[in-house]
């Protein structure tokens, strides 16, 4: 019997981890179209908002008055997608404390990884952070709160602290956690290659999220999705870009503009920096993933159609494999990534008529956590 699934479309709602980019075409505008498409399809969002940017604009807007309508634009959108059904959520970007602002750029000097700032700055910027949203948006709902949380650049692991912070703010659950990915930049470094659990819902150790606590905690982790592609579909991708080159022939190729690409998304913010030898780029690129899989986030603006049909595939051969009923599962995305909508929008149709996935905000999500609804976790049953 194939499981309910409990599917969670979770937006990081952000500009870049540098602090620049355009505030209308990396976050107002593709927010507003992505809302139009769940709207379309009776889908309700999530949308965790980078609040330390927010909190920064308002602190310089006195002396800097072309960063209050971006601002005031900001708290607009965000309350605007509330009101329309959608969930806000709390995502931090700690880069952004003590920035400064000059000849019109932004400076971010602060370490990318809120575990390494100390434990009173880390519930600072996430007690800012919490009653920005709070503040924001229970005049309209005087039941809001912040109950679930993403730390930027997926850093949750492993510290002593961070997660009684959270606890401390009355979160009730983290999705941080991406099973096998591992960071090694500039910015950030994480190894998240081993964890005890990247799937189900679990009690995570109080100081290594990485790990399952042997008893049950104040807080619940929620790994964020993540699949390996097939061999199958990875060949069927190759032969057709084989396809293509042949096509092309002698031809000028086309820009990196031409073919949709967007040098400057995401995920290349946190490459690694290290140079790497020919013949190792040629096995990582070439040989190894048809050893063991492609390994994707489960990235919705990062993947075409094709990927995703890939990605619910493997949820549903995974929920099958736990033998639960019901299943809970976070999709990310980053709307300033998204360069076509097409893609979305008709994953957005299928799972929307799907018997078996059920979609629910991150608030949602949470109160069936803590009702009991789903099993979580811990060393004694794994």
């Known amino acids: 019997m194939q499981p309910t699934i409990y599917l969670a479309f979770v937006d990081d709602w952000e500009l870049r981890g540098n602090g620049s980019g355009d505030q209308e075409s990396l976050q107002f505008r593709p927010m507003r179209e992505l809302v139009r498409i769940f709207n379309r399809y009776g889908i309700r969002g999530s949308f965790n908002a980078e609040v330390m940017q927010q909190l920064t604009f308002r602190k310089f807007q006195a002396q800097h008055l072309e960063l209050r309508k971006p601002a005031d634009d900001w708290d607009a959108n965000v309350r605007e997608t509330y009101r329309q059904g959608h969930d806000i959520q709390l995502h931090i970007h700690p880069q952004w404390r003590e920035a400064a602002y000059e000849d019109g750029q932004w400076r971010l000097t602060a370490d990318w990884n809120i575990l390494n700032h100390p434990a009173e700055a880390a519930l600072e910027m996430l007690t800012a952070g919490r009653d920005y949203l709070e503040g924001l948006l229970r005049p309209a709902d005087q039941t809001y709160r912040c109950i679930s949380f993403r730390s930027g650049g997926w850093c949750i692991a492993p510290s002593k602290h961070i997660l009684g912070l959270l606890v401390r703010l009355g979160i009730v659950f983290d999705m941080s956690i991406v099973g096998g990915m591992r960071l090694s930049s500039k910015n950030v470094q994480l190894d998240y290659s081993d964890c005890e659990e990247d799937f189900l819902p679990y009690y995570p150790n109080m100081e290594d999220a990485r790990r399952v606590s042997d008893k049950v905690e104040e807080i619940i982790c929620v790994p964020t999705n993540e699949f390996f592609e097939s061999r199958l579909h990875l060949l069927r991708k190759h032969i057709s870009k084989a396809r293509q080159k042949v096509r092309k022939g002698s031809r000028p190729s086309e820009s990196a503009k031409d073919q949709g690409a967007n040098p400057q998304n995401y995920y290349s913010e946190w ?79 299928e799972v929307s008529k799907a018997s078996d996935i059920k979609c629910v905000t991150l608030s949602e999500l949470a109160r069936e956590l803590k009702n009991g609804r789903f099993q979580i976790k811990t060393a004694a049953h794994k």
């Open 271 to 349: 490459a690694e920096t290290a140079a790497q030898p020919r013949f190792k780029l040629i096995f990582k690129n070439v040989i190894s993933p048809y050893l063991t899989g492609v390994h994707f986030i489960s990235d919705i603006a990062q993947l075409d159609y094709s990927l995703m049909s890939e990605m619910l595939r493997s949820i549903r051969r995974r929920a099958r494999a736990s033998k639960l009923g019901e299943v809970p599962i976070i999709l990310e995305n980053h709307t300033k990534d998204i360069s076509d909508f097409a893609h979305i929008e008709r994953f957005v149709a």
